[in-house]
């Protein structure tokens, strides 16, 4: 599944700062190291220490881990939502991603110009805002217009559809993005197809200074206050640091250098591992001699589908999955212990895949 997750936010935020440590971070499964697709997009791994409890039990020839695309969209200006700057080519690339990464400058330097003058989180999160719920408006409105017509005739299902749709515009002309406004999952289907720009899931990374990097400072506060009806998740990080983090190619040079700053593990894995979650994402594995590999697949998702993203004619074909606990696999060391032990399920077709399983697919084609 190749999802992926746009990194926006104003000029001299720090965006590009992420986004180019993103792509000098040294993965930890070697296997996959980040990788550029065209200049502004790359493909990083996804941190998952499961993967490494499997490569000791089953010492394959190779680990393969699950990613997730970052791209590094153009920074945006006020007005892009009428073609200023860059901003048909931003609010084209945003349409495009599965989710939004939202960099927010939280740190004083007087050696970085602010576009507006001041440090003021809130107000960049709103510039950005703004200019996606305008262009959301817009997409609204042309959609109004022609429903109106369906269901000024008398029919119900678009009388239905017009009153969502106005719901949405009341929404975003108050100044709420569309991810923000209370409805029923059913009638979100009204507005599908429009693709709307502020109804993706988004993340916001409050980039601070290293004195910040623990306990975060007053302009965190102030995000972590605008964000909260929206139920965002804000990552706290300093991407200078970040930078020198991602140098670090020996595991124990990296534990120090993070120990030294008080920190467990790397704002960039944090903000990888958060970015996985914001997509509603879980990982299952597949363990054998020749590789361990881990799987991207939605939350929900049932055996059959999850079967699918190895191969098509897996879920074509399915007959069975044959799954295992990796606490159960801790325990006994192989498969054949696991079975020995009656420590391997088998599934079928209805069997909703829970995150960590490991897993393997018996099928026809």
């Known amino acids: 599944m190749a999802l992926q997750c746009g990194i926006v936010g104003l000029p001299n935020v720090g965006k590009s700062t992420l986004f180019n440590a993103l792509s000098s971070a040294k993965a930890e499964a070697a296997n996959f190291p980040f990788c550029t697709i065209e200049p502004n997009v790359g493909v990083v791994t996804v941190p998952d220490r499961r993967l490494k409890i499997l ?4 010492n394959p020839n190779r680990v393969i881990p699950t990613v997730i695309e970052f791209v590094d969209i153009a920074g945006l200006v006020k007005g892009a939502s009428k073609g200023e700057g860059l901003g048909n080519k931003f609010l084209a690339n945003i349409r495009e991603v599965d989710a939004i990464i939202h960099v927010i400058r939280c740190f004083q330097d007087d050696n970085i110009v602010h576009v507006a003058g001041s440090v ?5 999160k709103e510039v950005i ?3 996606l719920q305008l262009k959301d408006l817009e997409s609204i409105d042309k959609k109004i217009a022609r429903i109106e017509k369906i269901a000024k005739s008398g029919d119900a299902k678009a009388r239905k559809e017009l009153d969502i749709l106005q719901q949405f515009k009341k929404g975003l002309e108050s100044g709420k993005n569309a991810r923000a406004i209370e409805i029923e999952r059913e009638d979100l289907e009204a507005v599908r197809d429009l693709h709307l720009l502020t109804i993706k899931p988004v993340l916001y990374v409050a980039n601070v ?6 306990s975060g400072n007053a302009y965190v506060e102030q995000l972590k206050e605008a964000v909260k009806e929206e139920n965002a998740e804000v990552i706290v990080l300093c991407a200078a640091i970040e930078s020198q983090i991602a140098e670090f190619e020996d595991p124990e040079e990296k534990s120090i250098f993070l120990s030294e700053y008080g920190l467990e593990e790397s704002g960039l894995n944090k903000l990888i591992n958060a970015a996985y979650r914001l997509l509603d994402l879980i990982t299952y594995f597949t363990a054998g ?10 939350k929900g998702w049932k055996a059959p589908q999850a079967a699918g993203v190895i191969h098509t004619d897996f879920e074509r ?16 060391k192989t498969e054949a212990g696991c079975r020995e032990n009656g420590k391997i399920a088998i599934e079928g077709k209805e069997y909703i895949v829970k995150d960590g399983d490991i897993m393997h697919f018996r099928f026809n084609v």
């Open 317 to 332: 074909g399915f007959i069975k999955a044959e799954v295992i606990k990796l606490q159960d696999y801790e325990k006994f």
């Open 129 to 131: 805002d703004t200019e």
């Open 55 to 58: 490569e000791d039990l089953v």
């Open 289 to 298: 001699v020749q590789e361990v590999r881990a799987w991207t697949i939605k």
């Open 120 to 124: 003021d989180p809130v107000f960049d």
């Open 209 to 214: 200074d290293e004195s910040a990097i623990i």
